[in-house]
């Protein structure tokens, strides 16, 4: 069982940076990919990026690529989100997710994802 707590949330105006941060309990990561995802009010939970077992292979939805960047540090049992250029339409609240794969490659399919946080409010201010 692996259980993923969020941090790092919060308020900032738009143009400004956080870095999320999600920690495992329970075990190493070693053996899951990551991802972060993120549910605006009245909206659908959606992917925002992925990274693999081995930490070298990403994928970045559209919306956020060049702004955010997601890594992995095994050893800390961590996942990262750090978010630059912050606007508006980035309020939501945001998830982290693991899942236990042989596969070495990364997934935006949300059902794949077994394991979540209880996710962390991100608000920005125009």
């Known amino acids: 069982q692996v259980q993923l707590v969020e941090s790092g949330g919060g308020l900032v105006q738009a143009g400004g940076s956080l870095r999320l941060s999600c920690a495992a309990s329970?075990?190493?990561?070693?053996?899951?990919?990551l991802g972060w995802f993120r549910q605006a009010p009245g909206k659908e939970r959606e992917f925002v990026a992925a990274?693999?077992?081995?930490?070298?292979?990403?994928d970045y939805a559209d919306s956020v690529k060049g702004r955010f960047t997601i890594s992995r540090d095994n050893a800390k049992i961590t996942v990262n989100l750090q978010m630059n250029s912050l606007q508006p339409d980035d309020t939501a609240v945001y998830y982290c997710?693991?899942?236990?794969?042989?596969?070495?490659?990364?997934?935006?399919?949300?059902?794949?994802?077994?394991?979540w946080g209880q996710g962390t409010q991100v608000t920005v201010s125009s």
């Open positions: 997710a693991a899942d236990l794969t042989f596969r070495g490659d990364t997934t935006r399919d949300s059902n794949a994802y077994v394991y």
């Open positions: 329970g075990r190493t990561l070693t053996m899951y990919r």
């Open positions: 990274i693999s077992r081995s930490g070298d292979s990403f």
